[in-house]
C-alpha cells in the first residue's frame, strides 16, 4: 500500500494506523493463534463506528482486501489479509446493560469476559462459549454455543438486533422489524455482510452455577460415551456437559496422581439450584468409577474463564470440526482410538451439546442450518511449540477424516479450517445456502466482505 493511503487513513480517522514501518507492528498483526503469521499492509484500529466507515471508503478506493478482527480468535486467521488492510474493532469494546428490559448493548470489539463481567453483576446473562477471551463479534455471527446453550440457546438466539457497516459505508440496524433479511443471516452466517459495530442481546437469569468434573481413563471411552450420549439428552435442560478427550493438565483443581494422563471427561454446568447438582450427577458411577470428581458452586463469569490460563494467546492451533445427531457404536471406536493417541498435553476433542433449547427455534428462522444437531464436535491439536505444527495438524486431519462419515455433514462455521474446501462452507449451510447467497447479493454484491468462511453472492440472471 502507498505511503500516501497510509497518511490519508492516519489524518482521517481517530483510531491509530499501524503500518510494517511502525514499531508496534508485529504485536498488533499478531492473534490468537501462533500458528498465523500474516502481514497486511495496515491494522486499522477504529475509534467508532464513523471510523469504520471512513476505513472502508479509503480501502475501497485503494482496491485492497480487507478484513475484519474483533477478538482475534479465528483459528484459521481470517481476520488478517496478506497485503491488505485489518479493520480492527478491539478498541470498540464497551457494554451497556439495561437490568429492568433484561438487555445489553455491546460493542463489536468487545472480548466475551467483557460482556460477562457487566450482566453478572445484574445477575444475568446471554449465552456465549466457553473461553472468555473469544471475541463477541465472531462468536455470535457465526451462531455460538457453550455452557447455556441447552437451556437458553445459541447465542444467535438471544441477538435482538446489530448495528452493521456495510461495503458501500452506510450504517443499517438489523433486527426483526429492520432489515429483516440481513438479521436472518447475521445470525449463523458469520462475517460475510458487514462490519458490526455493535450487537443488542436478551439476556437471561443466570449467577452462581453448579460447576462440575469429571474424569475417566482414557480406556473407559467406550462405556463412557454410551452412557453419556443416552444421559444427557434426556437430563434436565438445567444441566450441560461437554465431552472432551483430554491429558489431565498439572494443576487444580485435579490431584497430582492424574496429571498428565489421558482421559475422558464431562466438564458440567448446572443453572438449577447449585446445591442439586451432586444428586443430579449422582449417574456418573454409571459408566465405571471416574478417577477425579470435582463439583463446586461458582460465578458464571468464573466457569467462562476457567480455561484461559490454560490456553492463553501464543499457543499453535489447528483444528475441524463437525454435527452430529448421534454418537454411534463406530464413532465411539474412533474417539476410543484418537483419543488414546493424543499428541501433545493440550491437544483435545469436544463434544458440546446443542439440543435443548435449541431445538425449539424452527429451522429456518436463523441462518444456522443444523437445528437437528445434537452435538458440536471440534477436533483441536493445540501446543506451544512450532516443531509440533506438522504433529497436531495431522492429528486433527485424521480424527477428523476418520469420523466425518458419522458426522452429518457439516460443521458450526467458526470450526471451518482455512484450508477446507467451499464446498465445507456449502455444507455447514445446506439449504440455506442460496438464501445466504441473495442477501449476500443485496448488501455486498461485490464480495468485499470475503475474508472469511466465504459465501459468495449470488449471480443475478
Given at each position: 500500500?502507498e505511503?500516501t ?20 507492528y ?49 483459528g ?66 457465526g ?70 468434573i469429571?474424569?475417566w ?76 470428581h ?54 483435545t476433542?469436544?463434544?458440546?451439546p ?30 506451544p ?11 486433527c ?7 466425518h ?24 449451510y ?7 447467497a ?6 455486498d ?17
Amino acid at each position: 500500500m502507498e505511503a500516501t493511503v497510509l497518511e490519508t487513513m492516519r489524518t482521517t480517522l481517530r483510531g491509530p494506523i499501524v503500518g510494517p514501518q511502525d514499531s508496534d507492528y508485529d504485536r498488533a498483526r499478531t492473534i490468537y493463534n501462533a500458528m498465523i503469521d500474516t502481514c497486511p499492509a495496515a491494522i486499522v484500529r477504529c475509534a467508532d463506528a464513523a471510523d469504520v466507515i471512513a476505513a472502508i471508503g479509503l480501502i475501497r478506493e485503494a482496491g485492497a482486501e480487507a478484513a475484519v478482527l474483533g477478538g482475534g480468535h479465528s483459528g484459521p486467521g481470517l481476520c488478517l489479509v496478506e497485503g491488505g488492510v485489518t479493520i480492527d474493532l478491539s478498541p470498540m469494546r464497551w457494554v451497556r446493560v439495561d437490568p429492568d428490559a433484561r438487555t445489553a448493548e455491546v460493542g463489536g470489539g468487545s472480548l466475551m469476559g467483557d460482556m460477562d463481567h457487566a450482566t453478572h453483576a445484574f445477575g444475568l446473562a446471554a449465552p456465549s462459549g466457553i473461553v472468555s477471551t473469544t471475541g463477541i463479534g465472531g462468536l455470535t455471527l457465526g451462531g455460538g454455543h457453550g455452557h447455556l446453550t441447552r437451556r437458553y440457546g445459541l447465542t444467535v438466539d438471544s441477538l435482538l438486533a446489530a448495528d452493521v457497516i456495510l461495503a458501500d459505508g452506510t450504517q443499517v440496524t438489523a433486527s426483526e422489524t429492520r432489515n429483516s433479511d440481513l438479521f436472518w443471516a447475521l445470525r449463523g452466517g458469520g462475517g460475510n455482510f458487514g462490519a458490526v459495530t455493535s450487537f443488542t442481546y436478551r439476556l437471561h437469569p443466570v449467577h452462581t452455577v453448579g460447576v462440575g468434573i469429571t474424569a475417566w481413563p482414557i480406556d473407559a471411552v467406550p462405556e463412557v460415551l454410551r452412557w453419556y450420549r443416552d444421559f444427557l439428552p434426556q437430563a434436565p435442560e438445567d444441566l450441560s456437559g461437554f465431552f472432551a478427550n483430554m491429558v489431565i493438565p498439572p494443576g487444580p483443581p485435579f490431584p497430582e496422581e492424574i496429571h498428565g494422563r489421558k482421559m475422558c471427561a464431562v466438564v458440567w454446568c448446572y443453572t438449577g439450584d447449585p446445591d442439586e447438582l451432586e444428586d443430579v450427577l449422582a449417574p456418573v458411577s454409571e459408566p465405571g468409577r471416574p478417577a477425579f470428581h470435582f463439583t463446586s458452586p461458582m460465578p458464571y463469569p468464573m466457569l467462562q474463564s476457567m480455561f484461559d490460563d490454560l490456553i492463553p494467546a501464543g499457543l499453535q492451533w489447528y483444528w475441524r470440526g463437525d454435527f452430529f445427531d448421534r454418537i454411534t457404536d463406530e464413532a465411539i471406536d474412533v474417539h476410543h482410538k484418537y483419543g488414546s493417541e493424543i499428541p501433545t498435553d493440550l491437544s483435545t476433542m469436544h463434544l458440546y451439546p446443542i439440543d435443548g433449547a435449541v431445538h425449539r427455534v424452527g429451522s429456518d428462522e436463523t441462518a444456522w442450518s443444523y437445528r437437528n444437531a445434537t452435538w458440536s464436535g471440534v477436533f483441536a491439536g493445540i501446543d506451544p511449540d512450532p516443531a509440533n505444527a506438522a504433529t497436531i495438524r495431522q492429528w486433527c486431519v485424521d480424527y477428523w477424516e476418520e469420523l466425518h462419515p458419522y458426522s452429518m455433514g457439516g460443521s458450526y462455521v467458526n470450526f471451518i479450517g482455512a484450508d477446507e474446501s467451499e464446498d465445507r462452507v456449502q455444507a455447514t449451510y445446506g439449504d440455506h445456502y442460496e438464501r445466504l447467497a441473495q442477501v449476500k447479493a443485496t448488501y455486498d454484491p461485490d464480495n468485499f466482505f470475503h475474508a472469511n468462511q466465504n459465501i459468495r453472492p449470488a449471480r443475478t440472471p
